[in-house]
């Protein structure tokens, strides 16, 4: 398969690993990478730039804070160094493996025809990840669906750079353990949503210059959805399945992380969400680890169930090319989102990482018309309301 991965921090536990710390008393949520990257790398010309000689010899900003990946031939039946089955670490990696193999399997057969290619790979410091991505479909645009499961040393510049509040102090390195799935699902056909999902553990340990410290851990991720065109039936069904996935744990859940996905996704410079919202949660570890490692598996099982339905229901929908020009404004409000406010997207630029992995939750195309306004009343209309004034859809 095509891809490559950069690093264990270089692009979103997603493909868009969604941060918003909401517990700033703990330690700060981090993103491991899963790397997706379009199969078109090959074309891309590097700048050839020429250094003086003295700094020819300084390595690269990057590379004093991302540690490059190995490519490896296939993937082992786990990447923990020791046999961790009944460990949370163990079973949530088997977890985000299964998840990766069956949503795979019916992207592909919704799809009929087109193949994930994939690559694995190995991290120096430990653990690795396998990225797929299926690119030009009969139905998908882009699909990627990654996992990562790393663990090591973070180094301080690291550590600083992934704080949300951008931590000013100078912590020593961190022992860590990152591992999760991330998807971005973007069909052709304009009356066909989007969709994106997450789902991740995290732990660290004391950084080495605060001995006794407690161990930290937590659980993130949500899946949300963003179509270019309401039907409501679609946009109820899913947030049906998420809102059951959640009653199944605990009622309270899916109005907290509805609202957490309404306001996690908002451009601020358009006073807009990027799409429909869905569900939406991070650093959570104030309930049983137990508990909230089925509430993660529950939700991750779920993606199947509130996506495919509605994509056989429209991946065959007859569209002119006004939609298809609608769909691509969308798609840039999609770009402005993950380029601008996505914390995962922002660190990978900011620290060097491989640009395919992090950019690979980008549309293959997009569209920006200048002071563009939708008819008062019309369809593209009432999309965009509904994005500028979020709606209960149960």
Known sequence: MSTTTTSLLSSPLSLSSKTHLQHPQTTPTLKPTFSL?????????????????????LPPPSAMAIEKETPENEAPLTFLKEDGSDSVRGRFEKMIRDAQNKVCEAIEVADGGAKFKEDVWSRPGGGGGISRVLQDGAVWEKAGVNVSVVYGVMPPDAYRAAKSDGGSHKPGPVP???????????????????????YRYFETDAPKDTPGAPRQWWFGGGTDFTPAYIFEEDVRHFHQVQKDACDKFDPSFYPRFKKWCDDYFYIKHRDERRGLGGIFFDDLNDYDQEMLLSFATECANSVIPAYLPIIEKRKDTPFTDSHKAWQQLRRGRYVEFNLVYDRGTTFGLKTGGRIESILVSLPLSARWEYDHKPEEGSEEWKLLDACINPKEWL
Do not use: W
Not at 37 to 57: A, E, M
Not at 179 to 198: C, D, E, Q, R
């Open 176 to 198: 860590f353990f990152a591992a999760g799935i991330s998807s971005v699902l973007h069909p052709k056909n304009p009356f066909a949503p989007t969709l994106h999902f997450n």
């Open 37 to 57: 990257s379009s199969s078109s790398t090959s074309s891309i010309k590097p700048l050839s730039i020429s250094l003086s000689p003295h700094l020819r010899k």
